[in-house]
């Protein structure tokens, strides 16, 4: 099967910019989680999505949202870009059902100017 | 408050050594999953190991395993006959069970195999 992917791989905004960043998970997995990966905080759960339904969210702000579509990819959109949302973005995609193991995509490297 | 604390920010060990990774958790759940993931220099986050809380024996694979001491909420890693490839940050992780995948993590232990 092939792995979790993950576009772009690399991106440079500016301040107050938007960015959508897009995950396509194993096949025959339905949920998809997004986490930030930051030197300063480490990784934090964004928000997971199973059969196009948010299942579970962490705490950031509402700039942060994403969503599922039927063929259980997922974006990840952020607006209003911050000079702090400069982060790798990683997805993981899992089966969802009574597996809890992820598996990560190759992630998306964001930089904020 | 659900955290993983990995006390070790850098460890060494020499090839073909042995060497144990140290992780401590709080949850208040009695059913949840355990992980130990590797990161390389490439940023691939990568499964090695993983425990469900409920069993008792401790997880194997290949030359990684786990010490597994639920009431001490302790959850170590041991990498037996170490490899240059081994060298990356290791976290440790835990989500509870139920509808769904949250993960916890801790901040990471960078490790170095050095020849």
């Known amino acids: 099967k092939a792995g979790v992917t993950q576009t772009p791989r690399y991106l440079i905004k500016t301040r107050g910019q938007q960015v959508t960043l897009s995950c396509s998970p194993i096949s025959g997995h339905r949920s998809v989680s997004w986490y930030q990966q930051t030197p300063g905080q480490g990784l934090q759960f964004l928000f997971e999505?199973?059969?196009?339904?948010?299942?579970n969210k962490g705490n950031f702000p509402g700039r942060f949202s994403g969503r599922q579509f039927s063929n259980s990819r997922s974006e990840m959109n952020v607006s209003t870009l911050e000079l702090g949302d400069s982060a790798l973005y990683l997805c993981a995609s899992s089966s969802g059902l009574t597996t809890y193991e992820q598996y990560f995509g190759p992630g998306t490297r964001l930089t904020v100017t | 408050a659900q955290t993983v604390t990995q006390s070790q920010p850098e460890m060494s060990v020499q090839e073909a050594e042995t060497v144990t990774l140290s992780c401590t958790y709080d949850t208040s759940e009695s059913n949840y999953y355990l992980f130990w993931y590797k990161q390389p220099p490439s940023r691939q986050m990568i499964l090695v190991i993983r425990q469900e809380a409920y069993k008792q024996q401790n997880a194997t694979e290949n030359r990684f395993s786990v010490n597994f001491q639920k009431a001490a909420k302790s959850f170590s890693l041991k990498i037996s006959d170490s490899q240059l490839g081994d060298t990356a940050m290791y976290f440790c992780a835990f989500v509870n069970a139920g509808n769904n995948r949250k993960l916890i993590w801790g901040l990471g232990t960078s490790l170095g195999v050095n020849p």
């Open positions: 999505y199973f059969s196009e339904t948010q299942r």
